[in-house]
């Protein structure tokens, strides 16, 4: 009896603390929430502080279940399950989203952004908010922007200083039509590979590199077949938080408003968690044999300039309108 007296003060405490009008506003839930990462993976991260703030947030009346490491199948399969309502929530890169709205896909092109403060200024602001909005239409909701990282490249071959280093490279890409376009246009011969294959790929020397997040190079113990590693910032990979809009149609204001403050809260510490592991990371890989070399800012410079064809063929597919929208927003970033 004590324990259910403490148990209602604990949640009316939350409930006054969070502003709430009336408990009745909440009700008993239990949401589902998917990624296909496991592990020290930098989305479990912010799915176990999400779970947390809900819970403190609703007084206990609210609940995450987490299901990693893509025990519910893969991304696309939640995206369908969510879509049905039969899965509540997951979180994964962006760009995989382009299938339902083309214009995520934006989230692929080369070289975007020159930082982090450009990539969190656009995707927590009104551009950002505005891609997110295009899901909606197709069943789901776009709570908050995560983050894999920026992408490396590592190769077995050399040590890239230069642009024309990249040259000749055999390089893994994941498979899609503009990973290949640009490593293409740096004069590399791309490979398309899905990820679990590219470890023996590499072990077996049938590619010479590939590109991924620090985190995943770190985790993948690409150390044992890779010799280099250059931080080119090619690509920057946001992990967009999406809910089911058949089920969060079903909720009330205040349960929404929880999932969604929740959401942002964990997007902070999810981002910082994500860094600190870069520079953890980076000296995993540094004491493992790994060469981390990067290019001057004029080899920078160069690759912008090699990015343009592919960003302008690749423009009409995401949407001009999309395209101009973002290049503006970075421009003024810029000034």
Do not use: C
Not at 12 to 38: P, R, W, Y
Not at 224 to 237: R, W
């Amino acid at each position: 009896m004590k324990r259910l007296v403490l148990k209602s003060i604990v949640a009316a405490v939350a409930l006054a603390a969070f502003g709430m009008a009336s408990a009745q506003d909440i009700k008993e839930h239990t949401f589902k929430f998917a990624t296909n990462g496991a592990g020290e993976h930098p989305s479990v991260a912010g799915m176990k502080k999400f779970s947390e703030l809900v819970a403190a947030k609703s007084g206990g009346k609210m609940r995450v279940k987490m299901f990693v490491g893509g025990i519910l199948g893969s991304d696309q399969a939640n995206i369908s399950a969510i879509q049905g309502g039969t899965l509540e929530m997951a979180v994964m890169n962006t760009g995989i989203l382009a299938s339902v709205a083309k214009e995520l896909a934006i989230f692929d092109f080369p070289f975007l952004f020159a930082n982090s403060k450009e990539s969190d200024a656009l995707v927590d602001g009104p551009v950002g908010k505005k891609l997110h909005q295009k899901l909606e239409a197709k069943g789901l909701i776009g709570l908050a922007y995560w983050e894999l990282g920026y992408r490396e490249i590592t190769n077995s071959k050399r040590a890239l200083v230069k642009v024309e280093d990249i040259e000749g490279l055999k390089l893994r890409v994941i498979p899609n039509p503009i990973n290949v376009a640009w490593v293409k246009a740096l004069g590399a011969n791309p490979t398309p590979l899905p990820f679990p294959e590219v470890y023996s790929a590499l072990e077996q020397k049938a590619i010479d590199g590939q590109e991924n997040p620090v985190s995943v190079i770190a985790t993948s113990k690409f150390w044992e077949v890779q010799k280099y590693m250059t931080m080119t910032n090619h690509q920057y990979n946001p992990q967009s938080v999406i809910f089911s809009k058949k089920v969060w149609d079903a909720l009330t204001p205040t349960e929404r408003k929880i999932l969604d403050d929740s959401a942002d809260e964990a997007t902070k510490y999810q981002r910082e968690q994500a860094r600190a592991a870069v520079a953890v990371n980076m000296e995993l890989l540094k004491k493992n044999g790994m060469t981390v070399s990067e290019f001057a800012p004029v080899e920078v410079a160069k690759l912008r300039e090699k990015m343009k064809p592919v960003i302008a063929q690749f423009s009409a597919n995401v949407g001009e309108e999309t395209v101009k929208e973002v290049q503006a927003e970075l421009a003024k970033m810029r000034k």
